[in-house]
């Protein structure tokens, strides 16, 4: 079982920037992972995801905006957010599953607050 742990939340004015990290407890080297968030009375949303290949998907609203990467030798994925807007704020959560597997994958982490101010 992975375990995953979300950092790098905050608060920041709109157009900042933030870089979330996820570290894993073990190899994602066969991994996918994925990046989702969820604001209050929403459901949560898949924000960006990268599969073991490392090809990379994104929602519209954050396309141009914020990358998704990883970092196989330090069991780390990451989502760099740039242009931030107060309809980013959410709690963001790092979700990841083997290779293969449908979204959402099977883990999640406790997940880290995102808060942009106007």
């Known amino acids: 079982q992975l375990q995953l742990v979300e950092s790098g939340g905050g608060l920041v004015q709109a157009g900042g920037s933030l870089r979330l990290s996820c570290a894993a407890s073990g190899s994602i080297f066969s991994t996918n992972m994925a990046w989702y968030r969820q604001a209050p009375g929403n459901g949560r949303e898949l924000v960006a995801l990268i599969t073991s290949e490392g090809t990379t998907n994104y929602v519209r609203s954050v396309q141009g905006r914020f990358t998704i990467s990883r970092d196989n030798a330090k069991n780390t994925a990451y989502l760099q957010m740039n242009s931030l807007k107060p309809e980013d704020t959410a709690v963001y959560y790092c979700?990841?599953?083997?290779?293969?597997?449908?979204?959402?994958?099977?883990?999640w982490g406790q997940g880290t607050q995102v808060t942009v101010s106007s």
């Open positions: 979700n990841a599953g083997p290779r293969g597997s449908s979204f959402p994958l099977a883990y």
